[in-house]
């Protein structure tokens, strides 16, 4: 018998191929998912300084509301009103966004959008509230559109903005937060 006959080490090559396959799955399978939803884009810390900003009775309120919401989750994120270099602001324009987070080299940009707001959402309270945890997001490093479902992350653009669930980081948000920062 011959030990080097290709009969005698098809069964050996096979084994051999579908072991670095398995392999490779398993690394392709664990080393992705970590990396689906990041954003390079964010600031760097959970401590943000943003400007003190001051607008009307609907504005305020519900902007004080994305920050608290940020701010009593399980994660490093810690957002004062104390100034600095980090604005945060609400004005008209006819742009197609209903928030937009700018980063610099030293600090960021949130503006929301009061034209689409106003024109697209029946609540405009929670919309207010739910478009800035949503770029308050992308500081804290998160991307738009991670592979869940619309109700289960703040990051999802197809998320119904007028609900009262959608005002916080949910815990998918929470997780991804935690692993960036």
Same mark, same amino acid.
């Given at each position: 018998?011959?030990?080097?006959?290709?009969?005698?080490?098809?069964?050996?090559?096979?084994? #051999?191929?579908?072991?670095?396959?398995?392999? !490779?799955?398993? @690394?392709?399978?664990? =080393?992705?998912? *970590?990396?689906?939803?990041? &954003?390079?884009?964010?600031?760097?810390?959970?401590?943000?300084?943003?400007?003190?900003?001051?607008?009307?009775?609907?504005?305020?309120?519900?902007?004080?509301?994305?920050?608290?919401?940020?701010?009593?989750?399980?994660?490093? #994120?810690?957002?004062?009103?104390?100034?600095? !270099?980090?604005? @945060?602001?609400?004005? =008209?324009?006819? *742009?197609?966004?209903?928030? &937009?987070?700018?980063?610099?080299?030293?600090?960021?940009?949130?503006?929301?959008?009061?034209?689409?707001?106003?024109?697209?959402?029946?609540?405009?309270?929670?919309?207010?509230?739910?478009?800035?945890?949503?770029?308050?997001?992308?500081?804290?490093?998160?991307?738009?559109?991670?592979?869940?479902?619309?109700?289960?992350?703040?990051?999802?653009?197809?998320?119904?903005?007028?609900?009262?669930?959608?005002?916080?980081?949910?815990?998918?948000?929470?997780?991804?937060?935690?692993?960036?920062?």
């Amino acid at each position: 018998m011959n030990l080097f006959s290709l009969s005698n080490r098809r069964p050996r090559l096979k084994r #051999a191929f579908l072991a670095v396959l398995a392999a !490779g799955g398993l @690394v392709l399978g664990t =080393a992705l998912p *970590a990396q689906a939803t990041y &954003y390079s884009g964010g600031f760097g810390t959970g401590l943000l300084n943003i400007n003190n900003y001051s607008y009307n009775t609907t504005y305020q309120p519900a902007m004080n509301l994305a920050v608290a919401n940020w701010n009593a989750t399980p994660t490093p #994120a810690d957002i004062q009103k104390i100034g600095g !270099g980090n604005v @945060v602001a609400a004005g =008209a324009n006819s *742009a197609s966004w209903y928030g &937009y987070y700018t980063r610099y080299s030293t600090s960021f940009r949130i503006d929301l959008n009061a034209t689409k707001i106003s024109s697209s959402c029946s609540n405009a309270s929670n919309c207010i509230t739910a478009v800035l945890v949503h770029e308050f997001g992308h500081a804290f490093y998160n991307a738009d559109q991670p592979p869940v479902c619309s109700s289960c992350s703040i990051m999802r653009e197809d998320r119904d903005r007028n609900s009262t669930i959608m005002r916080s980081p949910r815990t998918y948000d929470i997780n991804e937060t935690n692993n960036y920062l």
